[in-house]
T-cell receptor, first 113, second 109 residues
Framework: DVKVTQSSRYLVKRTGEKVFLECVQD?????MFWYRQDPGLGLRLIYF???????EKGDIPEGYSVSREKKERFSLILESASTNQTSMYLC????????????FGPGTRLTVL | DAKTTQPPSMDCAEGRAANLPCNHS???????VYWYRQIHSQGPQYIIH???NNETNEMASLIITEDRKSSTLILPHATLRDTAVYYC??????????FGTGTRLKVLA
């Protein structure tokens, strides 16, 4: 079974702190994604990566950066956390090709105080 | 990528078929229709996808209209564990998903 793991299920940080969210997948997938999910807004794509060291902005990249130094690991970085970044963060991975199924991790609920 | 629209909520009696509609009237010829569901406090889970033919797997059936402007996900015998938010997504080769707000399905005992 494909497994996508995220470093924390719950995280509480203070405004201005630098926050790292880690995601690891074990299926050698080329593509990895970071979404945030907020009530009434559904899932929105922050960034995705289609190869090591490659990244593309999604719909809401402002205030975030990403890092992909190894194929299995994709990190989301909040350089200076703000209260409006309180959200559920979901990581996903998937293959390139005809079928674009994405496999999601369990999510990290981040609260910024 | 095409946008999709779904009813915000539906109820279904346990053991009955749940039919979840999705409108994707602007879908293009190379876009697949994917269905995911999200059970509370978990990440979305893939259910099924199709292009223009009807599809069936162990979880569900997907019926796509001939003009491809709409589709229906069918859970043949809904159980309480099928209570979740169901998302219909149109996806092209860019692998970029655009999630809507989905349909909240409540299966009633």
């Amino acid at each position: 079974d494909v497994k996508v793991t995220q470093s924390s299920r719950y995280l509480v940080k203070r405004t201005g702190e630098k926050v790292f969210l880690e995601c690891v997948q074990d299926m050698d997938h080329e593509n990895m994604f970071w979404y945030r999910q907020d009530p009434g807004l559904g899932l929105r794509l922050i960034y995705f990566s289609y190869d090591v060291k490659m990244k593309e902005k999604g719909d809401i990249p402002e205030g975030y950066s990403v890092s992909r130094e190894k194929k299995e690991r994709f990190s989301l970085i909040l350089e200076s956390a703000s209260t409006n970044q309180t959200s559920m963060y979901l990581c996903a991975s998937g293959t390139t090709g005809r079928y674009n199924e994405q496999f999601f991790g369990p999510g990290t609920r981040l609260t910024v105080l | 990528d095409a946008k999709t629209t779904q009813p915000p909520s539906m109820d279904c009696a346990e053991g009955r078929a749940a039919n979840l509609p999705c409108n994707h009237s602007t879908i293009s010829g190379n876009e697949y229709v994917y269905w995911y569901r999200q059970i509370h406090s978990q990440g979305p889970q893939y259910i099924i996808h199709g292009l223009k033919n009807n599809e069936t797997n162990e979880m569900a059936s997907l019926i796509i209209t001939e003009d491809r402007k709409s589709s229906t996900l069918i859970l043949p015998h809904a159980t309480l564990r099928d209570t979740a938010v169901y998302y219909c997504i149109a996806v092209s080769g860019t692998y970029k998903y655009i999630f809507g707000t989905g349909t909240r399905l409540k299966v009633l005992a």
